[in-house]
């Protein structure tokens, strides 16, 4: 039998440089590591939920500005849709949530631009502070909207007159398109561009090197075989 050999892209035990050091941790620009202790991550899990949250500020105001109206008019005694052919209510909810996609999107790039080593703190605050950003998107362009009261409404413009019906978000589903879009964006970037692992070694898998140091003098010796 013949001794294995050592691959081409591992040095060889006896190499007096073997084995190789482990990569050192990253460290920052002033020599010391780079990776957060708990308290500061919980802290920056807490900064990125307050941010995205207040990101749904906008959401909200562009939700109110951008989706589309559904008018309506009053004969003074009943309250009819202008237009029975419009799919208006249909094009609010889509235009939440095409909104909230994007926000998604662009939350999740800004955490992964500011906090790349990542964290399960930062992770969560991401994911409910699209949650709670959507809900306050929902009810700031709701609340901005036009008046809930329709009869009121209708009364106050009088017969005849066009107004708006209230901004309504029917597929209560679309809550959950920002922290899903954060998610998985967060996610792709984290595998593309975040710090990677360092990896080990060759020395666990190595035999020893021939120049291991001997066994003691009082060891005791092998049993020989007995032959006739």
Known sequence: MTAPLTPPHRPSPQDPAWPPPYPAAPKGADGTDDTPDAAT?????????????????????????????IPL??????????DTEGENAVGADG???????????LSAAVVFWFYRHGGIAIVIGLALG?????????????LLGPAHDVAEHARAVGAGVTFHA??????HGA????????????????GLFGPRDPEPGWDDALPPPHDAPAPPHDA?????????
């Open 41 to 69: 991550e919980v802290r920056q899990g807490l900064v990125v939920l307050l941010a995205v949250t207040l990101a749904g500020l906008a959401l909200g105001l562009l939700w109110l500005w951008l989706a589309p109206r």
């Open 73 to 82: 008019i009053s004969d003074g005694k009943a309250v009819f849709l202008k």
């Open 95 to 105: 235009t939440f949530t095409l909104l909230a996609l994007g926000l998604g999107a």
């Open 130 to 142: 699209g949650l709670l950003g959507s809900l306050l998107g929902w009810g700031v362009g709701t």
């Open 166 to 171: 209230p901004l309504e978000l029917k597929a």
């Open 175 to 190: 809550i959950l398109a920002w922290p899903v879009a954060a998610m998985l964006v967060h996610l792709a970037l984290t």
């Open 220 to 228: 005791p010796a092998p049993p020989h075989d007995a032959r006739p």
